[in-house]
């Protein structure tokens, strides 16, 4: 079933493996990073968010007081 | 009559944002399995090509990242349409939301396609019709990115980006047909409904790995318009609401 002989077998590629690992590795590489950044950009937005409606809310609450 | 009232439904921010809130885990993990799946037939299973030895295995990620570049392009033109014929507000986030991940699929194809390239052909690159349609895709993502980023008005600069991603719709056949259309160095198709040229195990694998490179893509995208979402609609009751809900910071 499985077509290797060996683990060295599988990292060589058959000669190819600096193109195959390339490839493979940097696919990875960015579907790994993509939704990390995705998140962490999400998480900043939301806490600016929810700063900038804080401070509109005093602001509103600061001009009915007077 | 009822249909048609839950399509429209669907099309506001307030409750596509709770639905795709709720599908990106499943979304994510379809990926997973599939990925995992495509990854064990296409890189422990699938015999080695007669052609190619095992270099060929780059198809595995360079078809389904390919495809993807062109999909995507091909979604983000649709919703550019829908939001220049009706005005849409969620049309404009949507295509937002796929650019970068669109962008890096094209990216991705041209990356594996010049590791494939170099043992195959001998050159990491070469201006054949295939490869230079699909770096002007590159470029349309990056245009249209650019382009948006640039007008602070998000309502303009959904019609100016959905304007260049109209234009620039007409590269996606030419990438697709480029192969038969002139003598390119690039082969043609490996996936035919006919007759394929693969072995069973790697057309499964590649299939298996385009269903991943699909999920991974929907997944993202719905993070990211989420994001914007909260963004662009912050003056509306609803954001101020889930902004207010302590938990609505804390989930991912």
Not at chain 2, 61 to 80: D, G, N, R, T
Not at chain 2, 157 to 184: C, E, H, M, Q, R
Not at chain 2, 200 to 209: A, F, I, N, P, V
Request: hydrophobic share 55%.
């Amino acid at each position: 079933m499985i077509h290797w002989n060996s683990f060295s077998d599988f990292l060589a590629m058959g000669g190819y493996g600096f193109y195959v690992w390339g490839s493979f590795g940097v696919t990875v590489l960015i579907m790994t990073v993509e939704p990390i950044m995705v998140a962490r950009n999400r998480k900043t937005t939301i806490a600016r968010l929810k700063r900038q409606m804080r401070a509109e809310t005093r602001a509103e609450n600061r001009n009915t007081a007077e | 009559m009822k249909d048609r009232f839950n399509l429209y439904r669907f099309a506001s921010p307030a409750t596509f944002y709770p639905l795709a809130g709720a599908m990106i885990p499943y979304f994510a993990a379809i990926s997973v399995v599939f990925g995992l799946a495509g990854l064990y037939l296409g890189m422990l299973v699938a015999p080695t090509d007669f052609q190619q030895g095992e270099g060929y295995r780059i198809i595995f990620i360079h078809v389904p990242a390919s495809w993807m570049s062109m999909f995507i392009y091909l979604v983000m033109a649709f919703w550019a349409a829908i939001g220049l014929a009706f005005n849409t507000r969620l049309s404009g986030m949507m295509a937002q939301a796929l650019a970068p991940t669109g962008a890096l699929m094209a990216f991705l194809s041209l990356w594996t396609g010049a590791l494939w390239g170099k043992p195959m052909w001998g050159a990491w690159w070469v201006w054949d019709a295939r490869l230079t349609s699909e770096l002007i895709l590159l470029f349309l993502y990056i245009g249209y990115m650019a382009l948006t980023a640039a007008i602070d008005d998000a309502r303009r600069a959904d019609k100016a980006g959905g304007l260049l991603l109209l234009v620039g719709v007409v590269n996606i056949p030419i990438i697709y047909f480029s192969v038969k259309w002139w003598n390119t160095l690039h082969q043609g198709s490996s996936v035919n409904l006919n007759k394929s040229s693969m072995a069973e195990t790697m057309l499964w694998g590649m299939l298996l790995m385009a269903m991943c490179f699909w999920m991974y893509s929907i997944a993202v995208a719905f993070m990211r318009v989420r994001t914007i979402m909260l963004e662009r609609e912050r003056h509306t009751d609803w954001v101020k609401a889930e902004l207010a809900d302590k938990t609505a910071g804390d989930e991912k």
